[in-house]
């Protein structure tokens, strides 16, 4: 593939809800261009850019992947992301290093929650995008209904850059607006406008014409003096409106047939902001408040951005890069600025789905890919050490839904920490740690078919072969009032024996305070040399639990009498004496149970808000308040973390895939009496079954 100057380069997001067409779009616009010979099927698991076999098992997309073409001088670099929302972290991905976003819709099904959720990304990126209009082909597609329904969910300016001739099997082609012509069949065609359709067509070029010349003073001051625009003079307003944002202009096509994919591609050339036309990107250089502003030029400072980690079995790691600033060079060396650590960089690939083309550089502007980084995970920034700078990197969802990991055997043990480890570093969406509250390695994602991926993931590519089970709440023990205790501990055998009597005050302590030692033995009782034994033997029972085997926290334990034997007391006797005076003096203490609340934000159609708070209320939820943002709910409540464990699957369902929701470790508060009792009894009935 032939290099290209930044202005000749469009980084663009193929964005929208799952099932939209994106990943078909990408295939026809390598099969009009000519980069393939045949045109793949998602159903046939044999596209480009969905070439992970869990995206062909699935028939979804599941990473970004990157999908060069060449059309018109340019080089376009799609960036197919995921509409399935368990995976919008790679979606969130591809959109940081895009200048601009095709929102894909269906035709048949208008927008949907995906296609909402991801226009909001778009939002936050103030990227200028295009609507296209897929499955015209479709007999329930219906342009004049999805354009309503388009205005109904966005506060957009939408203006159609096209009109369909006809719909469903009567889908021929595309009137371009823009030139008055109208075009048919996957190649393209050049026709004249049906004689049906010219009124409306006049109508619809004399909106677009205006939509056009209000971007431009001496536009608007020829259009009104009554003169028409010429078709490059459209062009160039619509360019300044769509980069502004104030306009979104509306394609119609097929991905399927290939009919209206060409006029797609023109207009992501003529009208999308090059590379060089974007703000600038603004870095910081690490360790100091200093900020530079890079401008796509490749004689500038290197910052080459990783957006994405994927993990080959044959090649290794693979980077995905785009280069903001600099020319990145095959077999150079570089400066990770998170790592402060030297990076060698070997060949660099133009990525086309998992087909890797060598390069010998990639100039500003461009995305690309390089095998085998060592220190270099999502979001770092690789420059000159010269000159360290570190770009702003992908902010990620936290997950909302956790399970506890087995591994079925040894083997699986032993492989499993390195492997999660790469797992997350492919995918930052997931999260994984070991509980030492709850002794369970516990994995977090974005939902269930996230973390069904990661465990097919796992076992394929890394030979790591787990269960899922729910994980346990990490419950903690406390204390409500002050009471005391005494144990003697005895043991005589035929040689020394031990001997240890422990006098014992526990006290509540505010949350938070976890655990205070004290010692108040006066006389000499108790020497003090065996504190230290008497403090180890409490805490090995705090960590072990008192009542249903959850860690004790918020105690002060204090010693203020005991006895001791000049020849039988030793560390092991007042440590024994220790743990079973604590254990008595708990038991006497009111113990209870703790349970952590979350904050929560749950969003939802107005229409759900009902649904959703009488499902809060039943999970125990205080509500903290309600507000109203752009057509929807914003509901913020406390919650109990056990009652969130399937909320993930519970919401969507409740919500028909429309709600979303964030939450945060907020404090500690006392289990209710009678859910606290079937904790206990539960615990009981596993310590026996142990």
Known sequence: MKKYAPERLRNVALVSHGGAGKTMTAEAALFLTGATTRMGRTDEGNTVSDFDPEEQRRQISINVSLVPVEWQGCKVNLLDTPGYLDFVGDAKSGLRVAEGAVVVVDASAGPEVGTELMWQYCDERQLPRLIFVNKMDRETARWERTLQQLGDTFEARLVPLQLPIGSGAQFEGVVDLVRGKAFY???????????????????????????????????????????????????????????????????????????????????????????????????????GDEEISLRCDPEGPLAAFVFKTLSDPYVGKISYLRVFSGTLKSDSRVWNARARQEERVGQLYVMRGKEQIPVDELQAGDIGGVAKLNVSLTGDTLCDRSQPLQLRPVEFPAPVYFVAIEPKTQSDLDKLGPALTRLTEEDPTLRWERRTDTRQTVLGGLGDAHIDVAKNRLEQKFGVHIELTSPKVPYKETITKIATAQYRHKKQTGGAGQFAEVHLRVEPLPRGQEFEFGNEVFGGAISSSFMPSIEKGIRAVMEQGVIAGYPVTDVKAVVYDGKEHPVDSKDIAFQIAAREVFKLAVKSAGPVLLEPIYNVRVIVPEQYTGDVLGDLNTRRARVMGMDQERGKTVITAQVPLAEMLRYAIDLRSMTQGRGVYTMEFSHYEIVPDYIAQQIIAEAEREKQEA
């Open 185 to 287: 069949g996957p190649k393209a065609e050049e026709r004249e406008v049906p004689e049906a359709m010219k009124d409306q067509v006049e109508e619809a070029m004399t909106a677009l014409m205006e939509a056009a010349a209000e971007a431009d003073d001496e536009l608007i001051m020829k259009y009104l003096e009554g003169e028409e625009l010429t078709p490059e003079e459209v062009l160039r307003g619509l360019r300044v409106s769509v980069k502004n944002g104030d306009i979104v202009p509306v394609l119609a096509g097929s991905a399927e047939t290939g009919v209206g994919v060409a006029s797609l591609l023109s207009a992501i050339v003529d009208l999308l902001p090059a590379p060089t036309e974007a703000p600038p990107e603004v870095a910081t250089v690490p360790d």
